[in-house]
C-alpha cells in the first residue's frame, strides 16, 4: 500500500484525465450517464474542453493514477458531482472520501452553495460515501441512459448559510 494523495487535473493533463476516464467506464459500465464507446471516440479538444470546464481531480496512489472526481457548474452558486470513480485496487482504503471531500472543497472555495449528484439504484455504497459527505436523496428519480430501465436517484448537498464550511466527516 502506498501514499494517497488528490490533485487537481490541469488542461495538459487531458491525456492522463482521458486514460482514467475510460478505465472508469470499462470498469462500471452502469455506473455512468456515458458510455465507454462515446467517450473513446472524443477527440484531444473534446477532452481539453471537458478539463478547462469543470474542476476534475486525479487520486494518486504512490504517484499512480487511482480515481477522479469532478465538479460541473450548473448555475449561479449550484454545481454537479460527476465522475466519481476509484479503481478496484484502492477502493476501502480512503480514496473515495479524498476525492469527494476535496471536490467539495473547490464547491466551497468558489462560492457553490449546491451540489447535486446522482447514484445508480443498489449502489449503497456510494451512497453511503455521499451521505458521510451530508448529502441526502431529494427524492427525484430518473433512468440511467435515455431508454433503460436502470434507475439512479438524486442526492444533494448543501453548504452552511452561516457563512462557515460545510463540514465532512470522515472515517477515522
Known sequence: MGMLSV??????DWALYRAVRLAALADAPDAFG???EREQ???EERWR?????????????????????GIVPTGPRTADLVSMWVAPAARG????????????RAA????????????????????RLY??????????????REGESRLEFAMKRRAATDGSKATTQLPH
Open 7 to 12: 490533485r487537481p487535473f490541469e488542461v495538459g
Open 108 to 127: 466551497d472555495a468558489g462560492g457553490i452553495a449546491c451540489v447535486e449528484l446522482w447514484v445508480t439504484q443498489g449502489n449503497d455504497r456510494a451512497e
Open 131 to 144: 451521505a458521510r459527505h451530508g448529502f441526502h436523496r431529494t427524492g427525484r428519480v430518473q433512468p440511467v
Open 41 to 43: 471516440a472524443f477527440t
Open 93 to 104: 482504503r480512503g480514496a473515495a472520501d479524498l476525492l469527494v471531500g476535496e471536490a467539495l
Open 49 to 69: 474542453e471537458r478539463l478547462a470546464g469543470r474542476d476534475q481531480f486525479l487520486a494518486e496512489d504512490s504517484g499512480q493514477a487511482c480515481g477522479l472526481i
Open 34 to 36: 456515458s458510455t465507454l
